[in-house]
């Protein structure tokens, strides 16, 4: 399985960004975004269950981030809104085969990992 991610660049605080991720290969997965900023650990961003009906959100970024998935293509869309400076990051979005319709947000529960994207937001 390989996840393809599409999205990131440069945007000002305040602003919105898209990021989108697609698995090749067939399967029902949960799916997740992480970060990691210069200098930090990977951290949690967002997670869908394979559905897409059971998600979860880092406090960070509650309210301000959505996690959607298209079952068709396998994807999983993250919106960022109300972007601020500190979520400048590479984001990765990750994927792991579930038997059970629930979202995972320890990285070490995913066994698939996209190639990362950087998102920089501007003061």
């Known amino acids: 399985v390989q996840l393809q991610a599409y999205g990131g660049g440069l945007v000002q605080a305040g602003g919105s960004m898209r990021l989108s991720c697609a698995a090749s290969?067939?399967?029902?997965?949960?799916m997740a975004w992480f970060r990691q900023a210069p200098g930090k650990e990977r951290e949690f961003v967002a997670a869908?269950?394979?559905?897409?009906?059971?998600?979860k959100f880092a406090d960070s970024v509650k309210g301000r981030f959505n996690i959607s998935r298209d079952n068709r293509k396998n994807a999983a869309s993250l919106q960022m809104n109300s972007l601020k400076p500190e979520d400048t990051a590479v984001y990765y979005c990750?994927?792991?085969?579930?038997?059970?319709?629930?979202?995972?947000?320890?990285?070490?529960?995913?066994?698939?990992w996209g190639q990362g994207t950087q998102v920089t937001v501007s003061s």
């Open positions: 990750a994927a792991v085969f579930a038997s059970w319709d629930r979202y995972y947000r320890e990285g070490r529960e995913y066994r698939y």
């Open positions: 290969g067939r399967g029902s997965y949960a």
């Open positions: 869908t269950s394979r559905s897409g009906r059971g998600i």
